[in-house]
């Protein structure tokens, strides 16, 4: 399995197909039974390749206490941003997601579709070569589902490579360049 410099490439299939587990292999938190992984020419764990990569967890626990901004500036601060950078990337980010204007509201009394919304910029904080997506629009409405999926090709147009999962073939062809197809394990 390879994905391109600059494709949406998506990997679909039923629950318990290995979508999740070989997210797991590609981030550095399993082991390949056989095979191997390389992000970048590099092992997945290793920190020059973790520097690269920006991921979006299925379920995503954001400190409700939080404003969006602040957990966007906690994001930046785990990045290593300076403040400068840290503010401007917050504040591009917000826009770029829609929710500038809710910037200082504690994300605890966000929907669903916002909470998804403030994880995605998230795991964008660190200007990402590589964007990994798990069940982008897991639980979402389809308004919200809209939302994300917009923004999935919004990035894509600007040249950022992604790896989604979804068990949705109708998510994966609106916004997928390419795909694969997982079943127990193996790409059918």
Known sequence: LA?????????????????STTIKMI????APTVGS?????????????????????????????????????????????DRKTAVSRTDELLEMVGLAEVAGRAVGGFSKGMARRVALASALIGRPELLVLDEPTSGLDPVSTNEVKTLVKTLAKGGMTILMTSHLLGDAEDVCDRIAILNHGKRV
């Open 27 to 30: 981030l550095g938190l399993l």
């Open 3 to 19: 994905v391109a410099k600059g494709e949406v490439f998506g990997l679909l299939g039923p629950n318990g197909s290995g979508k």
């Open 37 to 81: 992984v390389t992000l970048f020419g590099l092992p997945p764990r290793s920190t020059a390749a973790r520097e690269r990569l920006g991921y979006l967890p299925e379920l995503s626990y954001l400190h409700p206490f939080l404003t969006a901004r602040e957990t966007l500036m906690y994001y930046a601060g785990l990045c290593d941003l």
